[in-house]
T-cell receptor, first 113, second 111 residues
Framework: GAGVSQTPSNKVTEKGKYVELRCDPISGHTALYWYRQSLGQGPEFLIYFQGTGAADDSGLPNDRFFAVRPEGSVSTLKIQRTERGDSAVYLC???????????FGQGTRLTVV | DAKTTQPPSMDCAEGRAANLPCNHSTISGNEYVYWYRQIHSQGPQYIIHGLKNNETNEMASLIITEDRKSSTLILPHATLRDTAVYYCIVRVIEGRRALTFGSGTRLQVQP
């Protein structure tokens, strides 16, 4: 596809469950970013990949959050033992090198009930 | 990365220029000014960026003061589709860091 694709677009899960959110970046983009956005706030940085490795994971709030990018393309954000406070829109972005502009997906709206 | 300050909201009449200010008084010499916008229910969209010279593209113009402590994003002829939250971000290029978003300015273009 032409843009960053995130699936699912909406996810409702029960408190305590495990969820996976997927991001398909623009083909050829080496840099990939995950953000989360709560209502009325700007996006909050979670983790940044350069290729397959996490170059900066300082934004992950705790050890329930983990992300992988095993082949340097698709990335999965994994949240264990979800809590109601994890409810937010999770945004993924990619850029060609990490030095150029970032393109964002439409986000996954996660609701923990 | 340096902190930015933006007004929380602004109005603009359709067809008029929208001038969105940003203060970044602690900016360092190796930090660029980026602007993104976020239309309701969409991901942020890149608009423009610059270091110290004024920049223009098909979407907007960026005016950076000579001391680089503030900048203005100009949408020359605002339309209803420009209604969005506009984020001014200061970012170090070296080290390939991620963007750090603040609260932005909510621009409402009025018909």
């Amino acid at each position: 596809g032409a843009g960053v694709s995130q699936t699912p677009s909406n996810k409702v899960t029960e408190k305590g469950k495990y969820v996976e959110l997927r991001c398909d970046p623009i083909s050829g983009h080496t840099a990939l970013y995950w953000y989360r956005q709560s209502l009325g706030q700007g996006p909050e940085f979670l983790i940044y990949f350069q290729g397959t490795g996490a170059a900066d994971d300082s934004g992950l709030p705790n050890d329930r959050f983990f992300a992988v990018r095993p082949e340097g393309s698709v990335s999965t954000l994994k949240i264990q033992r979800t809590e109601r406070g994890d409810s937010a829109v999770y945004l993924c972005a990619s850029s060609f090198t990490g030095l150029t502009e970032a393109f964002f997906g439409q986000g996954t709206r996660l609701t923990v009930v | 990365d340096a902190k930015t300050t933006q007004p929380p909201s602004m109005d603009c009449a359709e067809g008029r220029a929208a001038n969105l200010p940003c203060n970044h008084s602690t900016i360092s010499g190796n930090e660029y000014v980026y602007w993104y916008r976020q239309i309701h229910s969409q991901g942020p969209q890149y608009i423009i960026h610059g270091l110290k010279n004024n920049e223009t593209n098909e979407m907007a113009s960026l005016i950076i003061t000579e001391d680089r402590k503030s900048s203005t994003l100009i949408l020359p002829h605002a339309t209803l589709r420009d209604t969005a939250v506009y984020y001014c971000i200061v970012r170090v290029i070296e080290g390939r860091r991620a963007l750090t978003f603040g609260s932005g300015t909510r621009l409402q273009v009025q018909p």
